[in-house]
């Protein structure tokens, strides 16, 4: 039954091919003329380059809070995982203060005929098309009805741009002046704080290479160990073949006992002794660990003063260069060719439309009157539908 019914319908519509053919070709014909009606519009696109990023002393210092050189110039803002300083342009060409800017600078208030800046914003941004197409390029394209002002909105747009990013990469140069001044102030003063206690830490001790110095010690007290033993030995041979009394023997007891003052001294830092450089060998690890400390604690305040005032002089040039962030490839030219309205496109796919209305016309012509002829108490049915939608409309043929 249904194979019927399409074998059916294709013999209709071959019997009504003209007609179906020449109303599409004149419904193609028709449309194209309309569209000599539409206004022209031209759309200018400009390219810009990917950023890319200078190496100068600030870039690492921009690295610890992710807020210098916005545009590429000493590093990047934290983005996203997947994107990149372009799609970060790309959605900065579309932000509101973008597109106001415009809108001040070429006066689309009175172009539009608009009074709302919400309205002229809005209908600004339905002109814009802002693309990434790969490899880092950002395309920017603004439809006018003129080549020339598509060029000129087009351009404004790229350097509203450059000049918003310029903008806050100087700001957040300066704001990392400030931090980074500070961080020096505060490094400067510690430093002062660490020089002043290792100064007073060499005078007080006499210190001036704590290992060279312990090496010294250490060296006097096994020369006079050595000799306390040879004595010792000494001591006992005489001993052996003198009294108590003897010279000798007393003489070597006294060297004995001279020897072990000398030891004590170094050991303890007692007496005048010029050998112990008034640091007791008991307290050489104590005072190793101590002048360790605080020579490590000044060597590297220093190191850091030194890589904060590079970076504070290096912040200080970023905050003062007022120089474009934007590389741009290409600007906007005056098109040659308008953007649109396509009218061959819009006359063939206006034309396929009507063949298709056509034909679904004629079809449901023939349904209606197939069943009028086979089924009247359904065609009945319909016109009174017929009747009750649309009354006094209904026309029997």
């Given at each position: 039954?249904?194979?019927?019914?399409?074998?059916?319908?294709?013999?209709?519509?071959?019997?009504?091919?003209?007609?179906?053919?020449?109303?599409?070709?004149?419904?193609?014909?028709?449309t194209y003329?309309?569209?000599?009606?539409?206004?022209?519009?031209?759309?200018?696109?400009?390219?810009?380059?990917?950023?890319?990023?200078?190496?100068?002393?600030?870039?690492?210092?921009?690295?610890?809070?992710?807020?210098?050189?916005?545009?590429?110039?000493?590093?990047?803002?934290?983005?996203?995982?997947?994107?990149?300083?372009?799609?970060?342009?790309?959605?900065?060409?579309?932000?509101?203060?973008?597109?106001?800017?415009?809108?001040?600078?070429?006066?689309?208030?009175?172009?539009?005929?608009?009074?709302?800046?919400?309205?002229?914003?809005?209908?600004?941004?339905?002109?814009?098309?802002?693309?990434?197409?790969?490899?880092?390029?950002?395309?920017?394209?603004?439809?006018?009805?003129?080549?020339?002002?598509?060029a000129?909105l087009?351009?404004?747009?790229?350097?509203?741009?450059?000049?918003?990013?310029?903008?806050?990469k100087?700001?957040?140069?300066?704001?990392?002046?400030?931090?980074?001044?500070?961080?020096?102030?505060?490094?400067?003063?510690?430093?002062?704080?660490?020089?002043?206690?290792?100064?007073?830490?060499?005078?007080?001790?006499?210190?001036i290479?704590?290992?060279?110095?312990?090496?010294?010690?250490?060296?006097?007290?096994?020369?006079?160990?050595?000799?306390?033993?040879?004595?010792?030995?000494?001591?006992?041979?005489?001993?052996?073949?003198?009294?108590?009394?003897?010279?000798?023997?007393k003489?070597?007891?006294?060297?004995?006992?001279?020897?072990?003052?000398?030891?004590?001294?170094?050991?303890?830092?007692?007496?005048?002794?010029?050998?112990?450089?008034?640091?007791p060998?008991?307290?050489?690890?104590?005072?190793?660990?101590?002048?360790?400390?605080?020579?490590?604690?000044?060597?590297?305040?220093?190191?850091?003063?030194?890589?904060?005032?590079q970076?504070?002089?290096?912040?200080?040039?970023?905050?003062?260069?007022d120089?474009?962030?934007?590389?741009?490839?290409?600007?906007?030219?005056?098109?040659?060719?308008?953007?649109?309205?396509?009218?061959?496109?819009?006359?063939?796919?206006?034309?396929?439309?009507?063949?298709?209305l056509?034909?679904?016309?004629?079809?449901?012509?023939?349904?209606?009157?197939?069943?009028?002829?086979?089924?009247?108490?359904?065609?009945q049915?319909?016109?009174?539908?017929?009747?009750?939608?649309?009354?006094?409309?209904?026309?029997?043929?």
């Amino acid at each position: 039954m249904m194979e019927n019914n399409i074998l059916k319908w294709i013999l209709v519509l071959i019997r009504k091919k003209w007609a179906i053919i020449g109303t599409a070709f004149f419904g193609t014909l028709i449309t194209y003329g309309i569209c000599w009606l539409f206004p022209i519009w031209f759309r200018a696109e400009a390219v810009i380059l990917p950023p890319y990023n200078q190496s100068t002393g600030i870039t690492s210092v921009a690295n610890l809070g992710g807020i210098l050189g916005f545009g590429g110039s000493g590093g990047d803002f934290t983005l996203p995982i997947m994107k990149t300083q372009t799609d970060l342009w790309a959605a900065l060409a579309e932000n509101r203060a973008i597109l106001d800017s415009v809108i001040v600078e070429k006066n689309l208030l009175a172009h539009y005929d608009i009074e709302a800046m919400m309205d002229a914003r809005e209908k600004l941004a339905k002109h814009l098309e802002v693309e990434a197409p790969g490899e880092g390029l950002l395309k920017i394209s603004i439809e006018a009805k003129t080549p020339e002002f598509s060029a000129e909105l087009t351009n404004a747009l790229v350097e509203q741009l450059d000049r918003t990013n310029r903008r806050i990469k100087i700001e957040a140069a300066k704001d990392m002046s400030l931090y980074l001044q500070e961080r020096l102030n505060d490094t400067k003063s510690t430093l002062e704080s660490y020089e002043d206690s290792l100064v007073a830490f060499q005078q007080k001790y006499g210190a001036i290479s704590i290992e060279d110095q312990a090496r010294v010690i250490i060296e006097n007290a096994a020369q006079i160990e050595s000799q306390m033993l040879i004595t010792e030995v000494e001591l006992g041979i005489a001993q052996k073949g003198y009294s108590s009394e003897h010279a000798k023997v007393k003489s070597l007891l006294a060297r004995k006992m001279e020897l072990q003052d000398k030891m004590s001294d170094i050991e303890y830092g007692e007496g005048d002794s010029a050998a112990c450089l008034n640091i007791p060998l008991v307290d050489v690890p104590k005072l190793a660990l101590k002048y360790s400390r605080l020579l490590r604690e000044t060597t590297a305040r220093e190191v850091l003063y030194t890589y904060l005032l590079q970076s504070y002089e290096q912040s200080m040039l970023e905050a003062q260069k007022d120089t474009p962030v934007m590389r741009v490839l290409a600007t906007a030219v005056p098109p040659e060719e308008k953007s649109r309205p396509v009218r061959s496109v819009i006359s063939v796919i206006s034309g396929f439309i009507i063949f298709l209305l056509t034909c679904a016309y004629i079809l449901i012509k023939y349904t209606i009157l197939d069943m009028k002829e086979k089924s009247p108490e359904k065609y009945q049915q319909l016109a009174e539908i017929q009747d009750a939608v649309m009354p006094g409309r209904r026309k029997d043929k």
